[in-house]
């Protein structure tokens, strides 16, 4: 099996900062892409940052010159750094995973189970 933990969610003040963690385990060949995706209230799910296991990464253009997305691939965690919040930012961040098992021959894509994030003063 498969797990993605997410960490570092919470609330904070408008043009703050905070720094989101996912860590896989499991059984465990390769990562491909990893990434984070949020869903605000009575939205759709997003895309918000997406990173290759060769360090290519792409934003959405509402957070684009806010947040950096980076990975650790020795370690199977991806992080998301978030500075200058906005209430907008508000939402529930899913890490995900494109992860290819030991003894299998296609990837899978695997979810954390969500941090919430609140930006509000």
Known sequence: QVQLVESGGGLV??????????????????I?????????????RELVAVITSVGISNYADSVKGRFTISRDNAKNTVHLQMNSLKPGD????????????????????????????????
């Open 13 to 30: 003040q408008p043009g703050g900062s905070l720094r989101l963690s996912c860590a896989a385990s499991g059984s465990i060949f390769r």
């Open 32 to 44: 491909n892409n990893m990434g984070w995706y949020r869903q605000a209230p009575g939205k759709e």
């Open 90 to 121: 508000t939402a529930v961040y899913y890490c995900h995973a494109d992860i290819l098992r030991s003894g299998t021959y296609s990837q899978t894509r695997y979810w954390g189970k969500g941090t919430l994030v609140t930006v509000s003063s």
